[in-house]
């Protein structure tokens, strides 16, 4: 148990639905990050917020939008996903971003895209 | 460009020593993380290493040299639930984590 917790833990849904990921981190940490995992690859950073700000977009197509209405919340909505999309979604925080702080996994959400 | 290579895949046998390496390109660092991912689960911070040398922490041992841009994780008297994927990642000067893609270790009896 890392402090992070993550629903739903598994989601299938069709390209046209629309479906939200839930984290919530329970650490008292200011940073929220949400990375995607797929088989054999590095983790992809897609969004970072820090004091419920989002500091950082790496290029992530608008299908996904975020959402962090508080610093222990953090929303991953989807919307006309594509099958390449299907992975695992990680949520991680720290105690804050801009420092070598250690980053708290949630335990993901694996998405199949149909 | 950034970039972390660490073995895709190793075996080790129970009760043995098995290191994992791996070496990194970024721009700038500030620090070196070891997490380790059982399948389905969440990565699990194991190490953090920012100054060269060896760090021990039970089982488990990181090493760090800069000046190489290298890595190692050390697991000693190996147990079968060590059996996972080790995920190496670098902070960069902007305190982004770089990851490499893990490996995955196999424990056999």
């Known amino acids: 148990e890392t402090g992070v917790t993550q629903t739903p833990r598994h989601l299938v849904m069709g390209m046209t639905n629309k479906k939200s990921l839930k984290c919530e981190q329970h650490?008292?940490?200011?940073?929220m990050y949400w990375y995607k995992q797929s088989a054999k690859k590095p983790l992809e950073l897609m969004f970072v917020y820090n004091f419920k700000e989002q500091t950082e977009n790496n290029s992530v197509p608008s299908r996904f939008s975020p959402e962090c209405p508080n610093s222990s919340h953090l929303f991953l909505h989807l919307h006309t996903l594509q099958p390449e999309d299907s992975a695992l979604y990680l949520c991680?925080?720290?105690?804050?971003?801009?420092?070598?702080?250690?980053?708290?996994f949630g335990p993901g959400t694996r998405l199949t895209v149909l | 460009g950034q970039n972390i290579d660490q073995p895709t895949e190793m075996t080790a046998t129970e009760g043995a020593i098995v290191q994992i390496n791996c070496t990194y390109q970024t721009s700038g660092f500030n620090g070196l993380f070891w997490y380790q991912q059982h399948a389905g689960e969440a990565p699990t911070f194991l190490s953090y290493n920012v100054l060269d040398g060896l760090e021990e922490k039970g089982r488990f041992s990181s090493f760090l040299s800069r000046s190489k841009g290298y890595s190692y994780l050390l697991l000693k008297e190996l147990q079968m639930k060590d059996s996972a994927s080790y995920l190496c990642?670098?902070?960069?000067?902007?305190?982004?984590?770089?990851w490499g893609a893990g490996t995955k270790l196999i424990i056999k009896p």
């Open positions: 990642a670098v902070m960069d000067s902007n305190y982004q984590l770089i």
């Open positions: 650490l008292g940490h200011n940073a």
């Open positions: 991680a925080s720290s105690q804050d971003r801009g420092g070598p702080d250690t980053q708290y």
